[in-house]
């Protein structure tokens, strides 16, 4: 293909920090399309949660639930759910210790528990309501993500699940993936399918969750805005999300003008 690939991370990136899509984003990302590039979404997000974000500026190619999930161009092409055996004892130890989770599938999400406030919190944090309870969503659905809500550091206690990855995004809940999922895993399964080298491949992001990828691909930016551990990974380091930090960056990198 011609062109340059680029990834965006959602929270922190495309999105400032009311949420909203800068000016100055939507009109650069329209003209990496006029030029010939490749946009696509890395997030950790389900699919299901930022629909208007891809209807709003065109992008149907995504990696989502930090990899578990990808979509090229409308179509699925990679799926790797978590375990439902896993899901049970992890169901089981998080309601010994007192702990709320949310099943994510790729159109719906349910909580264990109801009007917790851990969940209220983070999850307001993304403009998004508390989920109602079906702690026996797992049963049924596909899982390709799990929300853990326990304050910082408590996450250690569920290091015995070798099976699983925990990545904590808020102060109060952390993302749970199978063991080894990350956005870098899904950029690799649309690498194949586009036959892509990793040189062509730009990401930006500002998260924890984004560290593999932004290690992985040929040029990883750090929004101004990132934890500090990816501005020392990243390739180049932008301006803030609300500083025209995307815009900045791509002309920096020339692929706009």
Not at 182 to 189: F, L, N, R
Request: charged share 25%.
């Amino acid at each position: 293909m011609n062109g340059k690939v680029i990834f965006f991370d959602i929270d922190g990136t495309l999105l400032d920090h009311n949420k909203q899509i800068p000016n100055s984003t939507r009109t650069v990302i329209q003209q990496l399309k006029d030029e010939g590039h490749h946009v696509a979404i890395a997030t950790g997000r389900a699919p299901f949660m930022f629909e208007d974000l891809r209807k709003e500026l065109g992008i149907q190619t995504f990696v989502s639930f930090n990899g578990q999930y990808v979509v090229f161009e409308g179509e699925v092409i990679y799926r790797n759910p978590l375990k439902t055996e896993t899901l049970e004892h992890l169901l089981a130890y998080a309601s010994e210790v007192k702990h709320p989770l949310v099943f994510m599938s790729e159109d719906s999400m349910m909580a264990t528990m109801d009007n917790h406030p851990y969940i209220e919190e983070s999850m307001g944090t993304l403009k998004f309501p508390h989920p109602i309870s079906n702690p026996d969503f797992y049963k049924d659905h596909e899982i390709f993500q799990t929300l853990l809500f326990c304050k910082g550091g408590e996450e250690e206690r569920y290091q015995h699940y070798q099976d699983l990855t925990i990545i904590r995004w808020h102060d109060l809940s952390t993302d749970i993936l199978p063991f080894g999922g990350s956005k870098a895993e899904g950029i690799k399964q649309l690498m194949t399918r586009l036959n892509i080298d990793k040189d062509d491949i730009y990401a930006f992001g500002d998260g924890l969750n984004d560290l593999e990828m932004i290690e992985f691909v040929g040029t990883g930016v750090a929004m101004g805005n990132a934890v500090p551990s990816l501005k020392e990974v990243a390739d180049y380091v932008t301006k803030a999300v609300d500083m025209d930090g995307i815009s900045h960056g791509l002309k920096h990198l020339g692929l706009i003008k």
